[in-house]
């Protein structure tokens, strides 16, 4: 039989929206990391290609965690130089000061926002999306 695992898929779902309100209350589009085009994707001898490429690799998990840390400002602290993640980490309080880096992210924008909505947001963020990435750690 199959079995089902929990998986941690950026852009679908919840997170696709969340992601799409990020986006509106900066004003701008976060930073996203980058992806193998899909002509190369599906495509087996050009992704084979491509992925023996030097640094290719190197570049695809640098853009990730390089997004990762824009999307969560402070959660660098979280993550060594090998980019394997600290420890435990992801716990009440570094969530907050996640949290309390994108509020102030959010704000620094100078936009005149709906408040109800950028704390819906910051509560989806706190509740919702960072525990997704707890097990991480």
């Known amino acids: 039989p199959l079995k089902r695992k929990k998986q941690l898929l950026i852009g679908f779902g919840l997170t696709r929206m969340w992601f799409m309100l990020y986006d509106d209350l900066l004003g701008l589009e976060v930073l996203r990391a980058p992806l193998i085009p899909t002509e190369i994707l599906f495509n087996g001898d050009s992704l084979i290609e491509k992925l023996d490429q030097p640094n290719y690799q190197k570049i695809i998990i640098n853009g990730f965690f390089n997004a990762f840390k824009e999307i969560f400002p402070g959660i660098e602290a979280c993550i060594d130089d090998s980019y394997d993640f600290v420890s ?50």
């Open 88 to 137: 435990p980490c992801l716990d009440g309080a570094k969530n907050d000061e996640i949290v309390a880096n994108i509020a102030n992210k959010i704000a620094n924008t100078g936009r005149d926002m709906d408040e109800e909505v950028v704390k819906n947001f910051l509560e989806s963020t706190r509740y919702k999306v960072l525990p997704q990435y707890s097990d991480l750690s």
